[in-house]
């Protein structure tokens, strides 16, 4: 037998004495378990690096787009409508019509 085959056999016989062990603490454990299960701790994440170059094209880009107005806050869609006088006067003589109706039916 070759070394690395004598190694995959002791590998697949922890495993298995592993889980053997995990079984049994289950068992006597309250049934839930406490922390992360074994084995699942993930290596860290890595974070991606941007270069020199990328860095000094996406400052170049944004300072563009700042300069073009594209990313400036948006001004009033529409502008604020007022109401002549004479509309004014014309609601209002309507509403005292409608008070005057109903204080004359009570």
């Known amino acids: 037998m ?5 190694l995959a056999e002791l590998r697949a016989e922890r ?16 049934g839930r378990s406490r922390g992360r299960p074994p084995g ?7 974070r991606g690096r941007m270069s020199a170059a990328a ?4 400052s170049r ?3 563009q787009r700042w300069a073009q107005g ?5 001004k009033a869609s529409k502008p604020v409508r007022r109401m002549s006088q004479a509309a004014r006067k014309k609601i209002a003589a309507a509403q ?11």
């Open 40 to 46: 699942s701790a993930s290596a860290p994440r890595k």
């Open 61 to 63: 880009l944004l300072k």
């Open 70 to 74: 594209k990313m400036k806050r948006a």
């Open 15 to 30: 495993a298995h004495i592993d889980g053997a062990i995990a079984a049994i603490v289950g068992l006597s454990s309250t």
């Open 2 to 6: 070759d070394i690395n085959s004598i």
């Open 96 to 106: 005292r019509a409608r008070w005057a109706k109903v204080k004359a039916q009570q």
């Open 55 to 58: 860095r000094r094209k996406l």
